[in-house]
């Protein structure tokens, strides 16, 4: 089974930016999706960002759109989510996913395990 691994996140002020990276064990097929869910306290997993691995087309959250930015390395298996004008909503634990689509927060791919996700705090 595939792994996925998060880094990055932290704590940041409002109108700051945070880095997160998320690196694959096996690459992904090109058909597949690899993005980014986030948690925040109370709620559900919900997407945040995704790129498709065999194409050029970026994904966003209506919530997210504008601000943050997903960069592909396929030599390096590795997704970056480059988080900009931060606000306090988007504290919470942010992992990555791979599926077949974009509900690949609810329908994950069996053959990727979920990350131990990274923390993100955004203090207003």
């Known amino acids: 089974q595939g792994q996925l691994e998060e880094s990055g996140g932290g704590l940041a002020q409002a109108g700051g930016s945070l880095r997160l990276s998320c690196v694959a064990s096996?690459?992904?097929?090109?058909?597949?999706?690899l993005g980014w869910c986030r948690q925040g306290p109370g709620n559900t997993r919900e997407f945040v960002a995704a790129t498709r691995w065999g194409g050029t087309r970026a994904y966003f959250a209506d919530s997210v759109k504008d601000r943050f930015v997903i960069v592909r390395d396929n030599a390096k298996d590795t997704v970056t989510l480059h988080m900009n004008s931060l606000k306090p909503q988007d504290t919470g634990v942010y992992y990555c996913?791979?599926?077949?689509?974009?509900?690949?927060?609810?329908?994950?791919?069996?053959?990727?395990?979920w990350g131990q996700g990274t923390q993100v705090s955004v203090s207003s």
């Open positions: 096996e690459r992904p097929d090109s058909s597949h999706v």
């Open positions: 996913a791979v599926g077949s689509g974009l509900d690949y927060c609810q329908q994950p791919l069996r053959g990727f395990a």
